[in-house]
């Protein structure tokens, strides 16, 4: 019995089940219909559009055609009235010389006959009846006026719908990664010249190999593509590969979605770590600016005797990252360092990023640094770490810095400055971000993983990652590689200290 009620009742859940499936079907089923109706009302009116358009074009070339009929009949008209008026004046002249003619030739007088004779015979000469042409100006024929609209009523006859376009296919080989720039490429499988124009989508992914539908960004889309190419401009590549696909549309509808490709668009890409930043910087992901009131006890504030005693408490920090978290933490810079670290290392690889500064900034600098530097240390005063340095206090100087010893540059300070780095190469370089001007550029052997570095007083600055090599860096790097010292390293050049 009580098994036989626990049958039932699984009976009753399955076909209660089965019943609200069913029930969500029919509704589907009615939109579905639904649907069906309004589309086909709305081709039908589609339809009726493009006919409308179709008997107004054959409307408009008839009127057209019509009067230029009309117009070649009233010239040819005009023309043989002209010429029966010229003919009607002439016969008119031509009979009343010959009534006198025949007059004349009952005249008695020889004299008079021979003046008569005379007379007529000048006439004649001039008569108009003998200058004109007794052929029609123009014909009657109307035949290079008609039409045979053969071909265009076989044209008509095979108007079909329009067919749905094929799925473009994206030609990889012709695709290209620099720069921060994709540009891709594509064909269709066959020539179809009702395509109107392309659609382009793509979106990042850490993930090689097709798209993933979970936990994926938005497609982004760029529409009405007339060519077969395009480029991608300004993007910052903080994923390691991007995702993207093409469709072709006429005018009625998009086609399928060719088969997505995966680009690599790999590059460095770091926060600052503001958990050991010095306390008088204030961090905020990629930007850092001093603070004065940031520290706690006395600091001693670099180009002024004046010392004072704060007791502000420190600015507010962002969050730690997952990746200061993941390498350890450290002691906060502390003293006249004024520092502040990236958040990821580096341990292979060609990696670039850009800083721009406030102008008004006093004192900065941009570098690299293994991570034992201590926590009074400035960066380009140890031997384990690599910058160039802007001092704007009172005048401005610019140099690079290494295990304390100084090179002074004499050229222009950018306000924006690249930084390359080839770690297994051994070249830290400098670039004007701007012109992609070299420069400076050391040469060592990098023994530890590096972390990006920033010194900053009185001022503040923006650091700019997720940017591949610039073309013009690789260009210069290659050619820098292939000539022997062109440039020197701290090695070999006279300190100033």
């Not at 029919?26 to 589609?46: F, R």
């Not at 009523?153 to 290209?176: T, Y």
């Not at 190419?229 to 072709?248: C, H, I, P």
């Not at 408490?313 to 502040?340: C, L, M, N, Q």
Request: net charge negative.
């Amino acid at each position: 019995m009580d098994e036989q009620r626990e049958t039932l009742q699984r009976i009753v859940s399955t076909l209660a089940n089965k019943n609200d499936e069913i029930h969500n079907f029919i509704d589907m089923l009615n939109h579905t219909i639904e649907n069906v109706q309004i589309n086909s009302s709305n081709a039908i009116s589609e339809l009726d559009e493009e006919f409308d358009g179709l008997y107004s074009v054959l409307d408009e070339m008839k009127g057209s055609m019509t009067n230029t009929i009309q117009q070649e009949e009233a010239s040819k008209i005009q023309t043989l009235q002209d010429q029966l008026s010229q003919c009607n004046d002439a016969l008119e002249s031509s009979e009343e010389l010959l009534e006198l003619a025949v007059q004349s030739l009952d005249i008695k007088d020889p004299e008079e006959f021979l003046k008569t004779a005379r007379q007529i015979k000048d006439r004649v000469t001039m008569a108009s009846a003998f200058r004109i042409s007794l052929k029609p100006k123009v014909s009657d024929s109307m035949s290079h006026l008609m039409v045979d609209f053969t071909l265009e009523r076989r044209m008509l006859q095979a108007v079909k719908f329009l067919p749905v376009p094929k799925a473009p296919e994206i030609d990889l080989a012709a695709c290209l990664v620099a720069d921060n720039c994709i540009t891709v490429a594509w064909r269709m499988p066959e020539e179809d010249s009702r395509v109107d124009h392309f659609i382009l989508e793509y979106k990042k992914t850490n993930f090689d190999g097709l798209p993933r539908v979970k936990d994926e960004q938005r497609w982004e889309l760029i529409d009405y593509i007339k060519a077969t190419e395009y480029t991608l401009s300004g993007l910052k590549f903080d994923t390691k590969y991007m995702n993207l696909r093409v469709q072709a549309c006429n005018k009625a509808v998009a086609g399928e979605y060719s088969d997505p490709v995966t680009l690599e668009t790999k590059a460095f890409v770091f926060s600052l770590d503001s958990t050991s930043s010095h306390l008088n910087l204030k961090v905020e992901d990629t930007y850092v600016e001093w603070d004065p009131t940031g520290g706690k006890g006395q600091e001693k504030i670099k180009g002024k005797e004046n010392k004072s005693r704060s007791s502000t408490s420190s600015p507010k920090r962002t969050s730690i990252s997952p990746r200061s978290s993941a390498r350890g933490s450290r002691d906060r810079f502390i003293g006249e360092s004024y520092t502040v670290l990236g958040d990821t290392a580096i341990e292979s690889g060609q990696h670039y990023w850009e800083v721009r500064v406030q102008k008004d900034c006093k004192s900065y600098s941009v570098g690299v640094t293994y991570r034992n530097l201590g926590k009074f240390d400035q960066l380009g005063k140890t031997n384990s770490s690599w910058c160039i340095h802007i001092n704007n206090w009172l005048q401005t100087t610019f140099s690079a810095k290494h295990n304390n010893k100084t090179k002074i540059l004499d050229i222009p300070v950018p306000d924006r400055i690249g930084v390359y780095c080839d770690f297994d190469g051994g070249h830290l370089a400098f670039y004007n971000a701007n012109s992609k001007e070299l420069l400076y550029t050391f040469r060592t052997k990098f023994t530890q993983p590096l972390l990006p570095g920033f010194m900053i007083w009185c001022g503040g600055l923006t650091v700019n990652t997720g940017l591949q090599v610039p073309s013009p860096v690789k260009t210069l790097q290659k050619n820098e590689n292939g000539l022997s010292g062109s440039t020197s390293s701290l090695n070999n050049i006279a300190y100033i200290t």
